[in-house]
């Protein structure tokens, strides 16, 4: 009760007022309007009246936070023993593979009325996939058979011309990771490249578990094919006259005869395997590309057209006698 006086000026007179103020008891309000976890989801929605909410997370996660916001704005609130600021997020709370449990007390203004709850955090143990999803190879190279998780052992075949692969091995689970000849490679993209000699290469691929332990081995046979020893021509045609006999590839010896009128002739020598060279009186010439000009003096004019294999050894030749 407060008691205000009013006294006038002639000194004598006055009026009293009185005040009462009625104070209210401290709240007795401790209970949370809303909780919120960093990673993972309440397995069932919030409810002040709800004291105890479990959730799951990845083995991946290893720490969470929690953000608690308090029902009456004079309470206070606190994290496994740490005040919190009602609204904001805890510390870090780590988590370790397993039930983990978080408890959330809530404390009334009049510092003695308090409302726990408890979150179970279940972390998964972790995953002991190895296996891959897919294994290309670069060069539209296709493996033998088609891929498969369950499959370990493949082949496949490349041409000599093919020195080097690379492969792009994918994990079937994200948390795993892979090696290719012992070297680590990003899933789902390509490896170093893989230098390939003539005959049979073995590539190992090895995907490892996120549990560390966990291992899927498979293995891709690479043969590179020998370099071609075919150095024949499949046609030679001549710009003027007419070969004798006509071209046959067995057949190296040909004559033809032309007018003292032509000075000069062209030819157009074509590679029965792609991968051989060709030459023109020592000159290169490109398979089923026409030769620069040949001059021709009267008489006899030998033109020698020689062949060389991919492997650089084997070689054909023809004359043709003009």
Do not use: C, H, K, W
Request: without cysteine.
């Amino acid at each position: 009760v407060i008691t205000v006086l009013g006294t006038a000026q002639d000194g004598t007179t006055q009026q009293s007022y009185t005040v009462t103020i009625n104070r209210a008891a401290p709240s007795t309000v401790a209970t949370l309007s809303g909780l919120v976890l960093s990673n993972g989801s309440l397995n069932t929605t919030f409810s002040s009246n709800t004291t105890s909410y479990t959730a799951s997370v990845a083995n991946m996660v290893s720490s969470i936070t929690v953000t608690p916001t308090v029902t009456d704005a004079t309470a206070s609130v606190s994290v496994n023993g740490d005040p919190v600021v009602s609204g904001q997020s805890s510390g870090v709370l780590n988590l370790g593979v397993g039930d983990n449990v978080i408890s959330i007390v809530g404390l009334a203004q009049d510092g003695i009325t308090q409302q726990s709850y408890t979150v179970t955090i279940t972390r998964a143990a972790p995953s002991s996939v190895a296996t891959l999803s897919a294994v290309s190879i670069s060069n539209g190279v296709n493996i033998n058979p088609g891929f498969s998780s369950s499959t370990s052992n493949y082949s496949a075949s490349v041409a000599n011309s093919v020195s080097s692969i690379t492969l792009t091995p994918t994990v079937s689970d994200a948390s795993a990771t892979v090696s290719v000849n012992g070297d680590a490679v990003v899933s789902g993209q390509s490896s170093g490249l893989l230098n390939l000699g003539v005959g049979t290469n073995v590539i190992t691929l090895v995907g490892t578990a996120q549990d560390g332990s966990t291992q899927q081995s498979y293995t891709i046979t690479i043969t590179r094919a020998a370099p071609a020893t075919d150095a024949s021509l499949a046609d030679l045609v001549i710009s003027r006259g007419i070969l004798s006999p006509a071209f046959a590839s067995g057949t190296t010896s040909y004559s033809a005869t032309v007018a003292t009128s032509v000075g000069s002739i062209t030819l157009t020598p074509t590679l029965t395997n792609s991968t051989a060279t060709v030459t023109v009186n020592g000159d290169p010439v490109i398979s089923g590309r026409t030769t620069g000009a040949i001059n021709l003096g009267i008489g006899a004019n030998v033109i020698r057209i020689e062949g060389t294999a991919q492997d650089g050894s084997t070689q054909q030749t023809y004359t043709l006698n003009i």
